[in-house]
């Protein structure tokens, strides 16, 4: 059968590279089918190619006889199918070494690419840091103290540790040679309209690589049916995990996918590696944020405002990075979501911030702590708020609202109010964290009218305000939103605490002590009325052994704040007593008895009042140092 | 409804309740009255479902379009459900009886429509798979006349599709692909693990003993009509919303390959035939779950519209390959058909095209509400304050 005369020329050229791709056919030989042309050697794939590369030219070429030979039509159509039957064979095992090249070379990311070798903190020493915080997470699940916040909190500051995924990254997937070739496979299918295939068996490849790296980089596969049912304290190390894990994926993962992309379709424009690249990694990206996603919309409760805090910082720092790498019209969704997860986190930390100051009000344990001490209420919600105010920084761009307060009129009962005026200038921010302090203290109100004796409750609320005094000097971020104002307001509250115990204690005992209705008017002799004395003395030394008795039990755990207090009480007792022993004990000590009367010394009374508020039963009966 | 219809229903509830003081503002009027709407916009959406005509073949039942109705039917019941919960009504309610317990149990249903959601948008994927192959056969065997070479790789693909089409359907686990994608079989495949991976045709992104007909079989439970005193107030119209929410979870699973449908036609509908409201997504449930039977034995991905076409076309398409491959010639006349079904199957992947990612959106839009109606829930409890203190 003679070839239409153009052809002639390249006929030689033509049947040679037919020669090559039908020896190669898989479908027909044996020994095709257990070799890889490209793992063979470099002689033979440049052979193959050029082969392919001489049907694809004989093709165009046949294509502009057949059209012009109208005439001479059967050969041509013979020929014209001859020679795509030729090219799909070749593409057939065009397609075969590309897929087997990109196995060969598809393997999970190894670990030295995670960590930069050259970042200042960390080499080798990474690797354990990622095992040894995974330890130690499971360690905090094993606290269930609530106080154990502050612990938390240092593990959530680990920002610092991952300097070296701070920004994209790309890595090397691939040796430059496979990149190569992939490229001179890629070019010839594209050009032989076999684009789709090439992109289905490059997407299949690299989508199980990185499968097995996300199974490496310990990304689960949760529902959120799951995430729902999973203890809080299991979250927040899956969270801690995730952070890590993602700021790998978008910043050298998928970055360097992305790469890859790019290098091995340079040559044919940027939408098809766009195509590749979203084939590869939309999946995983999705199922990377479902997990962010489910934990952004879980149920809320205050002890989670930590960790969604953390996850929103995650991932607005990954949100330009994200956007750099799902730079392209057909991952607009992978955006979308993102940004829609940033915006839900933000929104449910708001919530949680309001969820915990309605819960703070209504906290209704009516136990009372025994011994006036802090409420475990006060610890909890003073700790919460110094770790708010170490995510200020977040928070403040977060919370934009005002606290919704009582009003001063609606004369409900339920709720306090706030004075917005001498607030003015405070951030939001600031004025949430004021407000659950109101609200707090309006609870501990509430709270110390469960006291049966009065003064334990002024006891009881100088010893809680005095604590969330100490808690707001102690951090100065915390003191620098509530502000010295308020700060004083509370000083000033506790002090009136203080003093009003004193006055329900002490001012009915030193009325024993007062010089009325003991002189007898008019009379002659000494003018003081010994039965009312001995009377005096006896209720004193009644009612000041009950208050030790009783007030030894109380507790005032800030040191400095009890011994300021027994001061007090020593400062008006003390002198008191002493002056009335001195006025009226040689009246007791002429009659009978004396020692019935005149129980203690000074001396006596200055040591017991070093029992109180120690937290511990005394012995009843007083040391007694003279007789 | 007729003026005298809607007096005596509303008097006969009135009887009923004689014991109970009912406030006879028109508080209580408008919420009967928007109680009543709701019933009736659901029948009729529904009904209109129910009534798309199979010979349209554009909106045939479950194709795209027809799933694309069904969830913009979803977000506006959704909608009308959320102002009926909403505006209006004394917030305390929600934490009494029943409500104290239909609500959490429709909470957790929402929680299950969501995870159902993903692994739609998940398997929605493999359907898009689906359509990148049946492109390539469609471009092969597009050119005329039709030479081996296109045969060939219209074979090629043709193989691919059916396998994966099988494939997805056993649950998305491994692929026991009984053809290869291969071109011819390797042996001494250093990576063996591997292998079979390449034969799945999206990567599963749904957990591992995740299983959708388990879960729209939980989302059953406790599905009853409220009755008697209970069927007034807002028991009513959130037994309508989750009835409403099964069935379209349940119709998206049928169509779409999700992990793990086995025992789906089994699922027993939570509404009894008697409910007016109800009687078309009755009907639309028989017709799917018959359906579904009859493809549940020859074993397809899933029943949406197109990809039956897929499939029927592609079964069509893969017999001319073949008589291609082994008889070498092929008359004018079957040329001319398998070229009229090539024609057919790029009417449906130009559908898939055009449909596909807008019907993703939309599941995405279903999501999001749930989302909203869930938090917003949560937050009426949370404020109600019947959940238990949080700090001690």
């Given amino acids: 059968m003679e070839l239409p005369e ?33 793992e063979t050697d470099r002689q033979e794939a440049d052979l193959y190619l050029q082969a392919v590369d001489e049907i694809q030219r004989s093709l165009s070429n046949v294509s502009i006889s057949t059209s012009s030979n109208a005439g001479k039509n059967a050969n041509a159509v013979d020929d014209h199918s001859k020679v795509n039957t030729t090219i799909q064979i070749a593409m057939a095992r065009l397609e075969d070494e590309f897929r087997n090249i990109l196995i060969t070379h598809s393997s999970a990311l190894e670990t030295d690419s995670l960590f930069d070798p050259s970042s200042s ?49 790309e890595v090397d997937l691939m040796p430059s040679e496979a990149i190569c070739d992939l490229q001179a496979i890629a070019m010839r299918m594209i050009s032989s309209g076999y684009l789709r295939e090439c992109i289905q068996v490059y997407g299949s490849v690299r989508k199980s690589a990185i499968d097995s790296s996300f199974r490496k980089l310990g990304i689960e596969k949760l529902s959120i049916g799951d995430v729902q049912r999973l203890e809080w304290e299991a979250l927040e190390s899956k969270i801690r995990r995730w952070i890590r894990a993602a700021k790998v994926c978008v910043r050298i993962l998928f970055a360097s996918e992305k790469k890859l992309c790019e290098q091995i379709f340079e040559c044919v424009g940027t939408d098809i590696d766009d195509a590749c690249f979203m084939e590869t990694v939309k999946g995983p990206a999705i199922q990377l944020f479902n997990f962010a996603e489910a934990i952004s919309i879980s149920r809320r409760s205050p002890e989670k405002l930590f960790k969604i805090l953390d996850l929103h910082d995650a991932l607005m720092d990954l949100l330009p990075d994200i956007e750099a790498v799902f730079d392209s019209k057909s991952s607009d969704s992978i955006r979308v979501q993102a940004a829609e ?59 934009m609202s005002k606290p919704s307060t009582g009003s001063r009129y609606s004369g409900d009962q339920t709720t306090p109010d706030m004075e917005f005026a001498e607030l003015e200038g405070k ?105 009312a004395l001995r009377e005096r003395f006896k209720t004193f030394n009644a009612m000041f052994e009950e208050v030790h008795r009783t007030q030894a039990t109380w507790l005032i755990p800030d040191t400095q704040l009890r011994e300021e207090l027994r001061i007090s009480i020593s400062e008006k007792l003390i002198p008191a007593y002493r002056s009335f022993l001195g006025r009226f004990r040689s009246h007791i000590e002429s009659g009978r008895h004396p020692e019935n009367y005149i129980k203690y010394s000074v001396e006596d009374l200055e040591t017991a009042v070093l029992d109180f508020f120690e937290g511990y039963p005394v012995s009843q009966h007083l040391r007694k140092r003279s007789q | 409804m007729p003026a005298t219809d809607y007096q005596a229903s509303f008097l006969g509830r009135i009887s009923i309740r004689r014991n109970q003081v009912i406030a006879m503002d028109g508080n209580h009027e408008q919420e009967l009255q928007d109680l009543e709407l709701f019933s009736k916009h659901v029948s009729e959406r529904f009904a209109e479902l129910l009534s798309s005509p199979d010979d349209v073949p554009f909106d045939a039942l479950l194709s795209i379009s027809w799933l694309r109705k069904l969830l913009d039917f979803f977000l506006c019941c959704e909608a009308e459900f959320k102002g009926i919960l909403m505006t209006g009504n004394d917030p305390s309610q929600i934490s009494k009886p029943p409500l104290d317990r239909l609500i959490p149990e429709f909470l957790d249903r929402s929680v299950k429509a ?30 005329k006349p039709i030479g081996d070479g296109q045969s060939r790789r219209a074979k090629k693909a043709l193989t691919s599709l059916m396998s994966a089409m099988n494939a997805d359907d056993k649950e998305c686990s491994a692929a026991k692909a009984t053809e290869r994608s291969w071109s011819f079989s390797r042996r001494g495949v250093s990576s063996k693990d591997r292998v079979p991976e390449h034969f799945r045709s999206v990567s599963n992104q749904v957990a591992k003993n995740w299983s959708a ?61 008697q409910l007016n ?44 390959t073949d008589s291609f491959q082994f008889h070498g010639d092929i008359t004018d006349q079957k040329a001319e058909e398998a070229a009229a079904h090539a024609a057919e199957l790029a009417e449906t992947c130009r559908r898939m095209e055009e449909g596909l990612l807008p019907l993703q959106m939309q599941i995405r839009e279903v999501f999001h509400r749930i989302v909203k109606t869930r938090t917003e829930l949560l937050n009426a409890l949370d404020q109600v304050g019947k959940s238990s203190p949080p700090l001690l």
């Fill in chain 1, 6 to 38: 153009n052809l002639n020329k390249d006929s030689n050229g033509y049947e040679s590279a037919e020669k090559i791709i039908l020896r190669w056919d898989s479908t027909a030989s044996e020994d095709a089918r257990e070799r890889m042309i490209f």
């Fill in chain 1, 121 to 169: 903190s960390i080499s080798t020493p990474s690797h354990h840091e990622l095992e040894e915080d995974d330890t130690l997470s499971n360690d905090d699940s094993s606290h269930h103290d609530l106080l154990q916040l502050q612990l938390q909190h240092c593990e959530s500051s680990d920002s610092s540790t991952y300097r070296s995924t701070s920004s994209i990254r």
């Fill in chain 1, 341 to 399: 997860i940033l915006s839900r986190l933000a929104e449910a930390a708001r919530g949680i911030l309001s969820e915990f100051e309605s819960a703070v009000l209504r906290e209704p344990s009516r136990v009372p702590v025994p011994g006036g001490t802090i409420h475990p209420l006060t610890r909890y919600v003073m700790n919460y708020i110094s770790l708010i105010s170490d995510y200020k920084q977040t928070l403040i761009e977060l919370i």
């Fill in chain 1, 427 to 531: 951030t939001p921010l600031a004025l949430h964290l004021i407000w659950i302090i109101v609200v707090l203290q309006f609870n501990l109100d509430g709270k110390s009218k469960h006291y049966r004796d009065a003064s334990l409750a002024h006891l009881f609320i100088m010893n809680n305000v005095h604590y969330i005094v100490q808690k707001v000097k102690g951090s100065p971020e915390l003191r620098e939103m509530i502000g010295d104002d308020y700060l004083r307001k509370l000083t000033g509250k506790f002090r009136q605490a203080a003093t009003s115990y004193q006055r329900a204690t002490w001012v009915s005992v030193l009325y024993c002590l007062r010089d009325e209705g003991l002189h007898v008017s008019g009379s002659f002799s000494s003018g003081v009325s010994k039965s």
């Fill in chain 2, 114 to 143: 969501l995870d159902v959601c993903n692994a739609v948008t998940n398997g929605l994927e493999s359907v898009r798979h689906y359509q990148k192959l049946a492109e390539i056969i469609v471009s092969a065997l597009e050119q």
């Fill in chain 2, 213 to 273: 007909a388990k879960q729209i079989q939980a989302m059953t439970n406790n599905l009853v009509q409220p009755r008697g005193a209970e069927g007034s107030g807002l028991a009513s119209p959130v037994y309508t919303m989750s009835v409403i929410m099964v069935f379209v979870t349940w119709a998206l699973v049928a169509a779409i390959p999700c992990q793990e449908r086995n025992g789906l036609s089994a699922i027993h509908f939570p509404a009894p035939k």
């Fill in chain 2, 277 to 320: 409201w109800a009687q078309s997504i009755i009907g639309l449930h028989e017709k799917i779950g018959e359906e579904w039977k009859k493809k549940e034995k020859k074993g397809t991905a899933g029943l949406l519209d197109e990809m039956q076409k897929m499939e029927k076309l592609g079964n069509i398409l893969m017999d001319f």
